[in-house]
T-cell receptor
Framework: ETGVTQSPTHLIKTRGQQVTLRCSSQ?????VSWYQQALGQGPQFIFQYYREEENGRGNFPPRFSGLQFPNYSSELNVNALELDDSALYLC???????????FGQGTRLTVV | AQKVTQAQTEISVVEKEDVTLDCVYETRDTTYYLFWYKQPPSGELVFLIRRNSFDEQNEISGRYSWNFQKSTSSFNFTITASQVVDSAVYFCALTPNSGYSTLTFGKGTMLLVSP
């Protein structure tokens, strides 16, 4: 059984650019959630996908968008990057909603 | 609105000491789940426990134990005989038992265990 994997592990982007982060969910899991973790803070919920549909969204602007594919892998897209978008982005997969979430190692995004 | 408070920002102990990490939560939901996660320096959040709000029984797993008290809205985590490998940031989290499971995390407690 493979765990949750995220790519890339580190990324440096320039303000105003766009970025795509990827997540492969754990085998058998149909729910993927994305979180943003700023330095020294707890993770903040961005959105969740359940069976390819957005199933909930946190307090993030529309320039944060996502996709879930038929194999339940997922992408997080961020447009018009801002300096405050620098953070660790964590993907979590769950067997279904309201079950324990298993996290990947995260993607460390730095916006300069 | 939900809120999780971990008042202890950082705790330092010497190996073999017992340590308790505090977690206090606020929610208007009648049913919910509580979690603890461990985040080592590598960054990955490691799931430790999930507790249903209906189940107030304490739980023990090896050196770890959890004390859930609904009356005080607390879900505290104790590590017995701490080890250097326990050094990490520990997060308490809360999710409602509703249509989608968004975890609300506390700010975390950094635990430093020295030899």
């Amino acid at each position: 059984e493979t765990g949750v994997t995220q790519s890339p592990t580190h990324l440096i982007k320039t303000r105003g650019q766009q970025v795509t982060l990827r997540c492969s969910s754990q085998s058998g899991h149909n729910t993927v959630s994305w979180y943003q973790q700023a330095l020294g803070q707890g993770p903040q919920f961005i959105f969740q996908y359940y069976r390819e549909e957005e199933n909930g969204r946190g307090n993030f602007p529309p320039r944060f968008s996502g996709l879930q594919f038929p194999n339940y892998s997922s992408e997080l897209n961020v447009n018009a990057l801002e300096l405050d978008d620098s953070a660790l982005y964590l993907c979590a997969s769950s067997p279904t909603v309201n079950t324990e979430a298993f996290f990947g190692q995260g993607t460390r995004l730095t916006v300069v | 609105a939900q809120k999780v408070t971990q008042a202890q920002t950082e705790i330092s102990v010497v190996e073999k000491e017992d340590v308790t990490l505090d977690c206090v939560y606020e929610t208007r939901d009648t049913t919910y789940y509580l979690f603890w996660y461990k985040q080592p320096p590598s960054g990955e959040l490691v799931f430790l426990i999930r507790r249903n709000s209906f189940d107030e029984q304490n739980e023990i797993s090896g050196r770890y134990s959890w004390n859930f008290q609904k009356s005080t809205s607390s879900f505290n985590f104790t590590i017995t005989a701490s080890q250097v490998v326990d050094s990490a940031v520990y997060f308490c989290a809360l999710t409602p038992n509703s249509g989608y499971s968004t975890l609300t995390f506390g700010k975390g407690t950094m635990l430093l265990v020295s030899p």
